[in-house]
């Protein structure tokens, strides 16, 4: 065997070799100005100090004693070092905490699953916990016959899972202006994709017989809102679903407990959480929520109604201005993409604000209506970028431009902003949201 | 519109009408012999009482006042009412709690994701929570130039996600002889699945240099265990990577955080958490997990060694003794299968105890070395049922018999028990495990 000594692989060996300063190394093969190590790079404990002794080939203080034993969570968390990757919220955002919304942290996750822990929350009257044993789901309206559900009767019939993603409808809204928020979690953060297990809709719409007329269906939430949505019945009968579990589990309360309807591909608001009762009708309602709310009025004072799609879009999530670069030289860049119409096809990053472009990796799985992860490989030497990432789908749609997006609809709605996001990243490695076009 | 009163969607009508008994209800057009009730029915609530003002049309009190606010939950948990789903273990099993296992429960869950707080655990010195900053990666032995990487490091390598099954070698271990434990969360709950994120092993390796005749590796632990397992070169350049990411967030501590080893569709002994050293050899090392635990002793005194892939296998969740059948009629049998070697191509269930068998229908996605959710639908009409599932893989691999496999390796070993499982179910719907064949 070799009789080497393990060296830490760092490119500045002198600082690392004597185990004071544990530096977020370069790949050796990288190794250029090792000078300037900026404001993002200090703050993010570069230079932070570890006791010699936790470091190989010493034995840390955790290889010699037991650990936690298999009695102590029977239902897990992550670990204590983990404590800053939560949900967070805007405080002037909403009038009242009850009707507001909280931001998945996209810049810490990885893959396509968002854990359902850290799924974005966005209530209109607060999060309710139903008993299930007493939860029923009504459908009335234009049907052979009026039924009542209970949620053993919905479990009984044939079950499908599916992994989707969903997005709020003013995901990114607050930038529609440019409100310039700091960081993906509060620019983007209103999505998330998870695996759900549930019955087609059609399913138990069949069972209560729909009637020649039907056109629509009205889906309303056991919240205090009662949440309510107008939506064709081709959709309806195409690929909604209703859901009872999301990533393997019950779903959670905050996430429509014990039965949420799924509308993939279109906004959020749409997936009615809690879902008490669906009327069949041959019109749409016209709701609250689908006319004063969720339309997009234009410069002209015109609204775009059933905005419903989620259009294709995409964001870098590492570097973004909660994950600063922390070292020049060879860099791995993150991000997802999505497009409420099918599967992602391609995604271009621009390290020049959209002057030249270069096609990201794709992981497996590229799944239809669900978040695609992509990644970028480049180097990185301390001088100042623009970064830009552009989806698009399999039916050839592409990512807009702002300017674009501005020039077709104005500024007045807050609804269904799928820009190019820019990141700005300076000398310090440090990242921030501008617009540039 | 229609003017109909909705009707409770029950096949006893009259009960269901009066709104006292809300029965767990028979689809309508299976409606039969609506007689007899048993244990297992009245245990799970068929007759429990629900207020009645808590049905529709009435509002319930949930829906009159406002729910959990969006800064009441920074990481989510499931609801109360979900208490019950929890991983649990079996008191004597083993000697203390710290070498110990608790289990998935299966019969709870959908879909294919386990999510990460019901992921079994198996810990010989109990769980340590690492911190990150301190962790380190040695590689030493046959390379060019031993390294230490910190987790920084690691991070920056161009990164992949991959949704795999892990097994425990000994799960089912305990049924080998016949232990006949009530529940699938006993008998085949060391088993779960999820999307990791991570770095290919071969990219590491490769990093520091192999020799020309490095042919194994060994994966140590950092744990008080200090587990270590010899992994063939082959292996390990071909789809083993190391991992700090589950289902979207860092691994939780109980499962390896920050870095743990994964052997995909081999047993789970070798995906070594918390994951501290890879040495390179020419030879394997034979240490304690490869010869006197994780070998199968044979009949005639002689082991096989080196059993590391995971034999296709599968099982019933949903009805098993912990879920027993509510009401007769039209039901959803759903189930889990595997192959350690590739993709299931198919399942088969019985009713019979293995002379007839029916197709069962996978849902997607079907992926390689992950799990795969079955469902079969069927009638009970109160009749004694043996039911058993048996999966195959895409190399023609057919899950065998206890017979078979008794015959072929006796009854000396605990490991690698994929037997064909049987679930008894009685007039009353409860479900036994019992030995057939």
Request: charged fraction near 20%.
């Amino acid at each position: 065997m070799s009789q080497k000594k393990p060296r830490p692989y760092a490119a500045d060996t002198k600082a690392a070799n004597t185990g004071l300063d544990i530096a977020v190394s370069r790949r050796r093969f990288l190794v250029g100005g090792a000078a300037a190590a900026g404001s993002a790079l200090a703050a993010a404990g570069v230079s932070a100090k570890v006791d010699l002794e936790l470091l190989p080939p010493n034995v840390p203080p955790w290889s010699q004693a037991l650990g936690v034993n298999v009695d102590q969570r029977p239902y897990g968390a992550p670990s204590k070092y983990e404590s800053g990757v939560v949900r967070r919220s805007v405080e002037w955002l909403t009038a009242t905490r009850e009707s507001s919304v909280n931001f998945t942290p996209l810049h810490e996750l990885d893959g396509i699953i968002t854990p359902s822990g850290l799924c974005f929350e966005r209530h209109h009257a607060g999060a309710p916990d139903i008993p299930p044993q007493a939860h029923r789901l009504m459908i009335n309206g234009l049907v052979a016959q009026p039924l009542i559900f209970s949620m053993a009767d919905i479990m009984r019939f044939p079950p499908q899972s599916r992994i989707y993603f969903l997005e709020c409808a003013a995901n990114g809204g607050m930038e529609w202006r440019g409100a310039q928020l700091s960081g993906c979690q509060y620019t983007h953060g209103m999505v998330h994709c998870v695996q759900y297990t549930g019955v087609p809709l059609k399913t138990v719409l069949n069972e209560a017989g729909l009637a020649n007329k039907a056109k629509w269906i009205l889906a309303e939430g056991a919240d205090s809102a009662a949440m309510t949505r107008s939506i064709p019945i081709d959709k309806a009968l195409d690929d909604c679903f209703i859901a009872y579990s999301m990533n393997g589990e019950r779903l959670r309360p905050e996430q429509g407990y014990p039965l949420r309807l799924l509308v993939p591909g279109w906004e959020g608001n749409m997936w009615v959480k809690w879902l008490r009762r669906i009327e069949v009708g041959d019109q749409p309602w016209y709701h609250r929520e689908e006319t004063s709310k969720y339309t997009d009025l234009l410069a002209d004072g015109r609204a775009r109604e059933f905005t419903w799609v989620m259009d294709t879009k995409s964001v870098i999530t590492d570097p973004s201005p909660q994950k600063p670069l922390l070292s020049r030289g060879f860099q791995v860049l993150k991000g997802l993409a999505w497009s409420g119409r099918g599967a992602i096809k391609g995604v271009d990053v621009s390290l020049d604000g959209g002057m030249n472009w270069k096609p990201a990796r794709l992981d497996s799985p590229v799944l239809t209506k669900a978040l695609t992860r992509f990644y970028f490989e480049w180097n990185w030497h301390g001088e100042n970028v623009l970064l830009q990432s552009r989806a698009w789908d399999e039916f050839g749609y592409v990512q807009p431009r702002y300017a674009d997006l501005h020039a077709a609809r104005g500024v007045n709605s807050i609804y269904h902003n799928n820009g190019i996001q820019t990141w700005e990243i300076d000398g310090a490695g440090e990242v921030h949201n501008v617009r540039l076009n």
